[in-house]
């Protein structure tokens, strides 16, 4: 949800703790942009703007530049790019990134990209038609947007923080998916695919999820690279351990994507009819009409 990272997204480069939520969303997200590179041999990917996800800002696609792929970003503030340019040095990885105060146009040569991504980002583009038009101009084989699930409950819920008048800048229309498949048909896109996904144990609030889990359904989690999944505990909690995917990027925690892994229930075994109420994503992967 974007509303939260508006206000709170410096904070998540101070302290890099990113919580369970994320984390695990982090690792579904992967595995689903992984399996688009690997289904349509993507070499190019660009995300712009790369600014939407709940957490640190700018690093959706590390794991595609780690398997080889060039990666482009855009994102909208200064400040903020600076910022993702130094956590990917940290990271060792390489992507360039450009400011684009509005996403009217996107400054790449027809066919740049293999694969254009959006995640969580639709509603910072000021003119939906324009984006979308330069969108399919610069793509060349295929466009996966996600977007809030708007019939979750979580979605529902955290939109009581919302209002035109004090997010003027925030598109909630521009997330509609009639709409933008509409948009992307008529511009020679057809829809391949779409689904349900992000579907964890827990609702899409704005809480921490392991205060979640232990006050509303009694189960106490340690998460950090010492414990299981749902291992208990039956001493006092020590302060909890800052929770981030930033260590396994670097090789230093193997073990994370099989940690996040175990909570993977409902994403995989959910009727789509409860998924439509509790998935916290929907995307949409489109390919060019023949």
Same mark, same amino acid.
């Given at each position: ?39 349509? $041999? ?16 700018? %690093? ?45 146009? +996107? ?20 003119? +939906? ?42 598109? %909630? ?17 057809? +829809? ?11 609702? $899409? ?6 205060? /979640?889990?232990?006050?509303? +359904?009694? %189960? ?53 009819? /409860? ?16």
């Amino acid at each position: 949800m974007a509303i939260p990272i508006i206000n709170n997204w410096r904070s998540y480069f101070e302290h890099g703790d990113e919580g369970l939520g994320s984390s695990y969303e982090r690792i579904i997200l992967n595995n689903v942009l992984l399996d688009v590179v690997e289904k349509y $041999d993507v070499k190019s990917v660009l995300e712009s703007p790369s600014f939407g996800f709940t957490g640190l800002s700018g %690093i959706n696609l590390v794991a595609l530049a780690k398997a080889g792929v060039r990666v482009q970003l855009g994102d909208h503030d200064e400040e903020r790019i600076e910022m993702i340019k130094e956590l990917w040095q940290s990271l060792g990885q390489s992507m360039d990134i450009r400011y684009n105060a509005d996403y009217r146009v +996107l400054d790449y040569p027809d066919k740049s990209f293999d694969l254009s991504f959006s995640f969580s980002a639709l509603w910072f583009c000021q003119d +939906l038609r324009l984006y979308l038009a330069e969108l399919a101009r610069v793509s060349k084989k295929c466009i996966l947007i996600s977007v809030p699930n708007r019939s979750g409950l979580g979605y529902k819920s955290q939109l009581q923080d919302y209002s035109p008048q004090r997010y003027p800048y925030l598109k %909630i229309s521009h997330i509609d998916s009639p709409s933008f498949i509409y948009l992307l048909d008529k511009l020679g896109w057809s +829809l391949k695919e779409s689904r349900l996904f992000d579907c964890p144990l827990w609702p $899409d609030i704005g809480m921490s999820k392991e205060d /979640f889990l232990q006050n509303k +359904l009694g %189960i106490k989690l340690r998460v950090g690279k010492q414990g299981g999944a749902a291992s208990e505990q039956r001493t006092p909690a020590k302060e909890k351990e800052p929770l981030s995917i930033l260590d396994y990027y670097r090789g230093k925690d193997d073990g994370f994507a099989g940690r996040m892994m175990k909570y993977t229930l409902l994403e995989n075994h959910a009727p789509q009819s /409860f998924k439509r109420i509790w998935a916290h994503h929907e995307y949409f992967l489109f390919e060019p009409k023949q």
